[in-house]
């Protein structure tokens, strides 16, 4: 019989039951931070919890449970002495499907019809518009980008994606590099923001990328609020230069009561539920026993985390 | 040179510039009425216009504009010695794409967080739900439902339909009769309703079926209002027994000022804009451009109505 590593993991700070058997099923064995050598970070909102645990471990891996962990590389937490791991791509289809009910409420005027009370608003028409043959550009096209360039394709809209590479992105017509933006904007009828936050894209869409975008054009965020200049965004729908904003996230966040875009008739605001608890979890789960089990081989980890960058 | 016959199409009511040009393109030339092999008619909501055209016309075949024409077959006007033919199929894929939107919103709580002036509404929990993973019920799949299959693959949701024959929808996880509606509707989390309305369909989602959905399920209609007993589902709508309705039609239609669906937090209405003229047009050129082409070639004709059925 071969002899098998069986790496203690604990699961902190709540371990539910879907995630001990997580564990086991990758073939690890669930246990104290003290003496693991993985630790399961389970509260994407408290990165300086995760600090105070790991003074007191020597654990070589750490899973973190969400895509976004800017939080957490501002709290110096992200040690490059371990390995970490985040939830990256595990979530795409998820948010990718939030994005694409955002943007069909848009072009179909749901966010309108739903205020509505009346059959036909005096002076309304008829805006409704077919995402068929419409260009929608992906910004930072990685795993919500690919879900989301599929659910396009029955529909027959135009894929375009922005990348930093500018390598290509699978199903997309066309790729594009992040400093081509502002000329690539223009042609855009949706721009839907899917980049993680850094140093490098936090307000990445500012006025300047804003004024270039077509009159009837709408920007859909779900990645993060910081990504877009909030007061450059009021600023454009106040006088609709654009066609409107879904935004999934926003700056700040949760947006206050009484913020502008509580009261702009082309804004539609869903508070950060392109991927809830509810719909993370079986995935989060399915991770975790894939990494324990690659952890336990010594092979590489899925999600892997590039302290330098940050995501 | 072959003889080629070229019919004398009549377009009326009113004629636009793109009608004149698809019918020269498919090889006919535009006439009046009291001259014309065939009739081109464009207003779908003058049937009586239509009879009065016919009684000095003895044009063999008639175009209608949209697909749903039970008002001229209401109006006696689908007489059986002319051949008629409707836009049935080529809307398809915008309504089925009306049907996505009202879908995700519902899925999503797009029209609870249109309403909201607040990041989360105290008690509103989350609510959210993927579509991946749930059951579509289409019933009466025709154009409508397979552009929608179509779009429900990438999205990973299951798609069962109901059409009257039982036949094998393709792309469908399974096909009933309708018949069998009653026993196969509590398992869908959407019931979408895109059947002709006919003798036979109307108020077929009446309260005995409402009472056979799941409790958290939605009803979605982009067919005809007619199709659902309005009473009914106002009744499961109020006391919470199902999930929500997003009505694109209503009956009646338009839904009146102070009518109870207006004033339903799990009611989302849009009014009748699944597939608008702006969407139609370009359409309903390409099918009289090759309608036309098909009549002068003495083939068999696009959309085909059966006046018994009429549909």
Redesign the interface.
């Known amino acids: 019989m071969e002899s098998t590593f069986v790496p203690v993991v604990a699961i902190v700070p709540f371990a539910e039951d879907g995630m001990v058997s997580a564990v086991a099923e990758g073939g690890g064995r669930v246990g104290d931070p003290q003496d693991a050598d993985a630790l399961v970070w389970t509260d994407p909102r408290d990165p300086e919890g995760l600090k105070d645990t790991l003074a007191a471990s020597s654990a070589r891996w750490i899973q973190l449970p969400f895509a976004g962990i800017e939080s957490f590389v501002a709290a110096g937490v992200i040690d490059p002495g371990r390995t970490w791991t985040c939830a990256k791509g595990i979530y795409g289809?998820?948010c990718a499907?939030?994005a694409?009910?955002?943007m069909?409420?848009a072009?179909?005027?749901?966010?309108?019809?739903?205020?509505?009370?009346?059959?036909?608003e005096p002076g309304f028409g008829?805006p409704?518009?077919?995402?068929?043959g419409l260009t929608v550009l992906i910004v930072g096209a990685g795993g919500i980008g690919r879900?989301l360039i599929?659910?396009l394709?029955?529909?027959?809209a135009r894929a375009v994606a922005v990348n930093r590479s500018g390598n290509e992105v699978p199903g997309a017509d066309a790729t594009h590099k992040v400093g081509e933006l502002q000329e690539v904007i223009g042609d855009a009828d949706f721009v839907v923001v899917t980049a993680a936050l850094t140093d490098e894209t936090r307000g990445l869409i500012g006025r300047d990328v804003l004024g270039r975008m077509k009159s009837d054009a709408w920007i859909v965020n779900v990645a993060r609020g910081g990504l877009i200049e909030t007061d450059a965004l009021v600023e454009a729908l106040s006088e609709s230069r654009i066609g409107g904003a879904a935004l999934d996230v926003t700056d700040p966040?949760?947006?206050?009561?009484g913020h502008p875009l509580?009261?702009l008739d082309n804004a539609?605001?869903?508070?950060h539920?392109a991927n809830?608890?509810?719909?993370a979890l079986p995935e989060l789960r399915a991770l975790v026993r894939r990494n324990v089990g690659l952890f336990a081989g010594g092979e590489e980890l899925e999600g892997l985390v590039d302290p330098a960058r940050g995501y």
Do not use: C, F, N, Y
């Open positions: 289809h998820a499907e939030h694409l009910a955002l069909l409420a072009s179909r005027q749901i966010h309108r019809h739903a205020r509505a009370t009346t059959w036909r008829s409704e518009r077919r995402l068929k879900e599929r659910m394709e029955p529909i027959e966040e949760p947006l206050p009561d509580w009261g539609l605001i869903t508070p539920v809830t608890w509810d719909m």
